[in-house]
């Protein structure tokens, strides 16, 4: 597994930490862009580039294993971008290109693709906006009733997987309008028999969409009602990996009350419907999390050692985006986990873990990229360097965040920054001038 060196680099004693260069998940929300590779004619340098990489890397002999930890991606990952069904960071390009020893040859390669790339996307651009006027022409005339249930259920999944990049409201207006519409039509019976379970379940994932934009609003009562509801809906379709995944929601809900206890049942009793996919893995990281905060150091790196050993054999979930646990998330979820610990050894593996879970999502697709955990992580990374009396460097990784727009900056944004002025504040930095001057930075989003 993973466990390279967190996105920013330790410095040497007496050394400043080097300016970072700004996030571009700041306004990714904006941009729109996909990371699959362009099909059509106009993909002649991406295919080069996934030519020259398979060929430099058959040249070195290198397994994808070996590249994991010098590049930061997992081998699954590594693949794809072999197989030129996903596409790199430029970030990525340079370390492949050192770890292959091809001379700029393969960084060369990739910036001619991604200006090929760009010209795609802006023309892509331009036909979904005048194909999404076509369709709203259409939607408008036809009948509600129209539209199948396997649409409703392939919208509740796109759902899923913009939530990782958009605002919470308009998400949220979207997931109550399929949750009323799938309601609507079973309250009518208006539904063939085979597709009950079908739009139970579009339903009952538009309710766990619901879940985490009271959340990230703010409303965490409103969060827990729908919680109640998802989980009635899974209990109705009679889906395991449903019920565990709501389950792992409601131990997070806990988590965030602070209730440690009622979290860690939640993990373990959902522990009960887990099946092949992610959800074993993200109970074990909600239970790790949940030990961390009762001070159960050793209970907390063995469930993160666990859930580790768990990723390879880890199937494919039925829903993407918020319906799955990616390894970046893993590796955000032992940052989160153990930077609440006053262990040196865990605080320095929480900053490993954040940095790394940074660098993935540097590169990672759209239906695994949280922006929000993204800037999470960076919060976390810098918790864990100010409890190891790193001042300076935990405000490297936190200025982004502080630095956010508004709208970005959700309910859990707010509440941990507030954590970590918390922490200047203590005992342990009294008299501190440079923790001071941080806290006044922090202020803004207090």
């Known amino acids: 597994m993973l466990k390279a060196s967190a ?19 700041i306004h990714l929300r904006d941009e729109g862009r996909s990371s699959r590779m362009t099909s059509g004619g106009k993909d002649r340098h991406q295919r080069h580039f996934v030519t020259l990489f398979r060929e430099l890397r058959d040249d070195r002999g290198l397994s994808y294993r070996e590249l994991e930890r010098p590049t ?4 699954g990952w590594i693949s794809n971008v072999a197989a030129g069904t996903r596409w790199p960071g430029r970030d990525w390009a340079e370390r492949a290109d050192q770890v292959l020893h091809a001379s700029g040859s393969l960084v060369l390669a990739w910036d001619r693709a991604n200006s090929e790339r760009e010209e795609s996307a802006r023309q892509r651009k331009l ?22 249930v396997d649409t409703l259920s392939e919208s509740v999944a796109s759902l899923s997987i913009a939530y990782l990049h958009q605002p919470a409201e308009p998400m949220l207006r ?18 063939r ?9 579009a339903a009952g994932r538009a309710s766990g969409v619901l879940i985490y934009a009271a959340l990230d609003l703010g409303h965490p009562e409103i969060a ?19 019920r565990a995944w709501v389950r792992g929601t409601e131990s997070l809900l806990a988590r965030f009350k602070k209730n440690y206890g009622l979290a860690d049942d939640l993990a373990q009793d959902g522990l009960k419907y887990a099946g092949a996919g992610t959800s074993t893995i993200r109970l074990l990281c909600g239970a790790a999390q949940c030990a961390a905060n009762l001070n159960n150091s050793t209970r907390a790196q063995d469930l993160l050692d666990k859930a580790l050993s768990l990723r390879d054999k880890a199937a494919s979930d039925s829903v993407n985006g918020l319906y799955s646990f990616s390894y970046a998330k893993q590796l955000y979820y032992g940052g989160s986990s153990l930077m609440w610990l006053d262990d040196p050894q865990a605080l320095k593996r929480a900053d490993r873990d954040a940095g790394d879970a940074i660098s993935l999502w540097e590169h990672e697709g759209d239906e695994f990229r949280s922006l929000d955990d993204e800037a999470l992580a960076h919060v976390y990374q810098a918790t864990a360097r100010i409890k ?22 959700i ?22 001038v440079i923790a001071a001057d941080a806290r006044d930075e922090l202020r803004s989003l207090a």
């Not at 827990?224 to 899974?234: D, F, G, K, V, Y």
């Open 174 to 191: 979207r997931a109550t309008d399929i949750r009323k519409e799938s309601l609507r039509r079973l309250a009518e019976g208006a539904v």
């Open 411 to 432: 309910s859990w944004i707010r509440r941990r920054i507030s954590e970590v002025g918390d922490l200047l504040g203590g005992e342990r930095f009294k008299g501190s």
């Open 224 to 242: 827990a009602t729908h919680a109640r509801a998802a989980w009635h809906l899974a209990e109705s379709a009679n889906d395991n990996e449903l």
């Open 193 to 201: 028999p085979h597709e009950l379970r079908d739009l139970t379940l």
């Open 72 to 75: 930061l991606a997992t081998r």
């Open 388 to 409: 190891l009396g790193k001042i300076d460097g935990a405000m490297q990784v936190l200025r982004p965040v502080i630095n956010l727009p508004e709208e970005r900056q």
């Open 127 to 148: 036909l979904i906006a005048t194909e999404q006027e076509s369709a709203a022409i259409i939607a408008a005339a036809a009948n509600p009733d129209a539209v199948d």
């Open 7 to 25: 996105g920013q680099p330790e410095p040497r004693s007496g050394q400043p930490y080097p300016e970072p260069t700004k996030p571009r998940w």
